[in-house]
């Protein structure tokens, strides 16, 4: 089903925070973190929700949501990212593939 001018994100907010279905609702941050660290590969919004909705256990849909989007302001932001305090770093596949290498990020 879809509805003129209602995006997958925003149904899925909807299923997520209305009806309280198990979705990850994917916005820029849950986007950029996902990508970033390599736990989806994918050049769209639409893209990483899809594929996290594939590898993520149910347990941790309606959470997970929550816990990228916090991590997307607090650490793992667009344009400085903690990289030296993240507590991921070592899972983190844009860490690792620093030019530089990941010790020589951290200063
Ligand atoms: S190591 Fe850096 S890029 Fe990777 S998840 Fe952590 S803050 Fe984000």
Redesign the pocket.
């Known amino acids: 089903m879809a509805l003129p001018g209602i995006g997958r994100r925003c149904a899925d907010i909807v299923l997520s925070f209305v009806f309280g279905r198990d979705v990850i609702a994917v916005d820029t941050h849950v986007h950029r ?1 996902c990508n ?2 390599g736990m989806t590969a994918a050049k769209t919004a639409d893209r990483t929700a899809k594929q996290l909705e594939e590898r993520t256990p149910e347990w941790a849909m309606r959470d997970g949501h929550f816990w990228l989007i916090q991590f997307g302001k607090a ?2 932001t667009a344009r400085a ?3 030296g305090t ?1 507590p ?2 070592d899972l ?1 596949e ?2 690792v593939a620093l030019p530089a290498g990941p010790v020589a990020s951290t200063s």
Do not use: L, S
Request: aromatic share 14%; charged share 5%.
């Open positions: 973190v970033r660290i650490v793992c990212p903690q990289c993240c991921v770093a983190c844009f860490y």
